[in-house]
């Protein structure tokens, strides 16, 4: 049975109960930091870049804001899924419609392989600075992250953790050595924490670099990391919990701001100073430091790019499988929904470079950002509204000083990101001039923003109802008496292997003698498949042959049995013959082979479950 825990393979896999003292607290560090590569990937490199190049140390204090930001939201996102026990994605599924549901998930998941397309891109482009691989190997290269992840996940959560803390102090140490190598200015740092008023270009960077400091996948990723700890669920481990996780999520997201304004710092000192002030692609930056301070800082540079796209694939590939589960109750094979996420990531890049070369990635780079702005209003709105409900919360809803807070901080990202939207279209449509952007383009994002609305207002004008609970099984019914009434009518799928004995001998079990037992075997010949009934080959004629042995040894017994021979597509054939039959019970013997025999020879049994509509029993 399938579990309905977010991320089920690893829920309340950290036991926090043995450990005391320090090492209690030590035993919650750990989500945090997977959440917060998220803001140090690529995407934020090349809005630290522009802002430090274009304006010094002017942005530190949009940085800092943006962190601000972030920690509040991240806290929020951290307590919904210690308190109620759901990720953002789920508590999304209770509260709305389901027709709801459907877009969120479908901007939710365009947001993830937005993110995804960054962290490529990034890697590709770490790559090709450090080693000299051609981005389109390098692009090619990251479709193995998703054997990567799958190892450490079989590994544990502890390990994942570590693989991700480990990525994140490369990057930190990286950007340490480089802060000595440039000598930046600690004057002139102190004096860009001031607020200062923007207009044109550098509000335009200030956008960005909100829009790629707070990502939505983060918020649906730490509501449910905060889960695979296993902690009393009475109201002072709750209450511990929430404590020893805002602890994690500050010291976390303080980091990622010092790696945030370092790379700002960076490009102020190095490109800045220098005059250099249109610098806004990450090869170029790379470029202009070997020019600058030698070989050290450009290598040191790319090691930490590369660092910073690896750790922030593993988490969005993560996400990826929250808002799947979360929001439309599919579950599909964990290494066949990595894949497909990134693929379809993956896919743009490639056309990106072979149509318009690799100078055209930057451009594909920002492109990411501005649809990762576009999802954010959808997770925190209802984020807020779910961790102010009073009810839902029991006692741990948000007092209103953060209420007001938070909502704030929602409506200037919001307005913010709208804003860079309404700029990016007018923008596009004075370069192309088609009219497809106002015909295409403009109608989709007025749907987009009456969505936001209503996400807004429904949770206002309607409760949640009291047996909307997570319940992605439904609830336990009154189970009726049988009346012993035994099956009459039983198929057997059998293949001629030595599992045939042990198949046949649990079907008879099911409805003794006074059953009939109706035995299937499907030919799956290149004759039976073209020709059906007509194939006479040597193999259709020792099938047959085999088919009937099998009856008359039923049948001396003292049981009835009737053979059947169907021709091509196994599961195909088997569904007919069952149907046509009106068999009442179907026992299959399962193959026994796993992983990669199942994705070569396929798994019959699923299959055939979803063709017919009667009971199968699986003998092994």
Request: glycine residues 8%; proline residues 3%.
């Amino acid at each position: 049975m399938k579990k309905s825990e977010s991320l089920s393979e690893v829920h309340q896999s950290v036991d926090t109960g043995k450990r005391k003292g320090w090492r209690r607290i030590l035993s919650f560090i750990g989500p945090a930091y997977l959440v917060s590569v998220g803001y140090m990937d690529p995407g934020n490199w090349a809005t630290d870049i522009a802002g430090g190049s274009k304006y010094g140390y002017q942005l530190i204090w949009v940085l800092l804001m943006s962190n601000l930001i972030a920690l509040l939201l991240q806290s929020l996102s951290a307590r919904l899924g210690i308190v109620r026990g759901l990720d953002l994605a789920q508590a999304s599924r209770n509260a709305y419609p389901k027709w709801v549901n459907i877009p969120l998930f479908g901007l939710a998941q365009t947001a993830i392989i937005a993110c995804d397309l960054a962290e490529i891109i990034g890697m590709a482009i770490g790559l090709n600075l450090l080693f000299g691989l051609p981005l389109i190997w390098g692009i090619s290269i990251t479709i193995f992250d998703t054997v990567l992840l799958l190892f450490l996940m079989n590994k544990g959560m502890r390990k994942m953790e570590a693989f991700i803390v480990s990525m994140v102090f490369i990057v930190g140490l990286s950007f340490l050595v480089e802060m000595f190598i440039v000598e930046p200015s600690l004057k002139e740092i102190v004096k860009g924490l001031e607020p200062s008023v923007l207009s044109g270009d550098a509000l335009y960077i200030a956008i960005g670099i909100i829009g790629a400091t707070v990502m939505p996948h983060n918020l649906y990723l730490h509501s449910s990391l905060v889960q695979t700890r296993n902690f009393k669920r009475d109201f002072e481990g709750i209450k511990e919990a929430l404590k020893f996780n805002f602890i994690d999520t500050a010291v976390a997201l303080n980091l990622a701001f010092f790696v945030n304004a370092a790379i700002l710092i960076l490009a102020a000192a190095a490109f800045y100073k220098n005059g250099m002030h249109e610098v806004a692609e990450i090869q170029d930056a790379h470029k202009l430091l070997g020019n600058i301070f030698g070989n050290v800082a450009p290598a040191l540079f790319a090691i930490a790019l590369i660092a910073a796209g690896q750790s922030s694939t593993v988490t969005g590939t993560l996400a990826g499988q929250i808002v799947m589960e979360g929001h439309l109750n599919l579950r599909i094979q964990p290494w066949l929904r990595r894949l497909i996420t990134r693929l379809l990531a993956i896919i743009p890049a490639f056309f990106t470079i072979l149509y318009f070369g690799n100078d055209a990635l930057s451009g594909l780079l920002i492109l990411s950002q501005v649809v990762l702005s576009l999802q954010l209003g959808f997770a925190v709105i209802p984020l807020i509204h779910f961790t102010s409900d009073k009810k839902e919360m029991k006692g741990f809803a948000i007092k209103t000083w953060v209420k007001i807070l938070a909502w704030i901080s929602a409506l200037i990202i919001v307005a913010l990101n709208i804003q860079l939207v309404i700029e990016e279209i007018s923008g596009w449509g004075k370069e192309i001039n088609s009219w497809y952007i106002y015909a295409l383009i403009v109608p989709v994002a007025i749907i987009i923003a009456l969505l936001l609305v209503y996400i807004f207002i429904y949770p206002f004008i309607k409760k949640v109802s009291e047996d909307a609970h997570n319940i992605p099984h439904g609830i336990a019914l009154d189970i009726p008496d049988p009346q012993n009434k035994p099956y009459q009518k039983i198929g057997i799928t059998v293949d001629f292997s030595k599992n045939d004995r042990n198949t046949i001998q649990q079907a008879l079990k099911q409805g003794g003698k006074t059953a009939s037992y109706h035995l299937i075997h499907i030919v799956e010949t290149a004759a039976a498949r073209y020709h059906g009934k007509s194939a006479m080959d040597h193999e259709t004629q020792l099938d047959a042959a085999n088919l009937e042995k099998y009856c008359t040894n039923l049948e001396k017994l003292g049981y009835k049995a009737f053979p059947y021979i169907g021709y091509g597509s196994p599961a195909k054939a088997i569904a007919e013959i069952t149907n046509k039959q009106e068999l009442e019970l179907l026992v299959m013997g399962a193959h026994g082979h796993k992983g990669l025999k199942d994705l070569i020879f396929g798994t019959t049994v699923e299959a055939v479950r979803h063709k017919i509509g009667v009971p199968v029993l699986v003998i092994r």
